[in-house]
């Protein structure tokens, strides 16, 4: 089995920054991607940013230019910088893990699949 345990979330106002990050314990190896998905009150869960195994980052049409991964392999752990928030970004934002690349980017695609899920942080964005 594998832990994900998010932390970094909180309120910010519109063109603030908030840094999120995700630390894997337990079965994680650097064979895993790692991404970030969120969910927003009355919407589907959507992918936002996967780093695949091989150190590739797709992101999200949405939070291309503002939102950066990054990932310390040493501590397993995958870092969300966000900036130039805006309200549409309020969710609730999950970390995931999978060892499979196949399932990682057609995870990333639909919202789901992955195997492995952090229990969720949430960021709102005031105007």
């Known amino acids: 089995q594998v832990q994900l345990a998010e932390s970094g979330g909180g309120s910010v106002q519109t063109g603030g920054s908030l840094r999120l990050s995700c630390t894997a314990s337990g079965a994680f190896d650097n064979g895993h991607c790692m991404g970030w998905f969120r969910q927003a009150p009355g919407k589907e869960r959507e992918g936002v940013a996967l780093?695949?195994?091989?150190?590739?980052?797709k992101y999200a049409d949405s939070v291309k230019g503002r939102f950066t991964v990054s990932k310390d392999r040493a501590k397993k752990t995958l870092h969300l910088q966000m900036d130039s928030l805006s309200p549409e970004d309020t969710a609730t934002y999950y970390c995931?893990?999978?060892?499979?690349?196949?399932?990682?980017?057609?995870?990333?695609?639909?919202?789901?699949?992955?195997?492995?899920w952090g229990a969720g942080i949430l960021v709102t964005v005031s105007s």
């Open positions: 995931a893990a999978d060892p499979s690349t196949y399932d990682c980017y057609s995870g990333f695609l639909r919202g789901y699949g992955l195997d492995y």
């Open positions: 780093s695949d195994s091989d150190g590739h980052i």
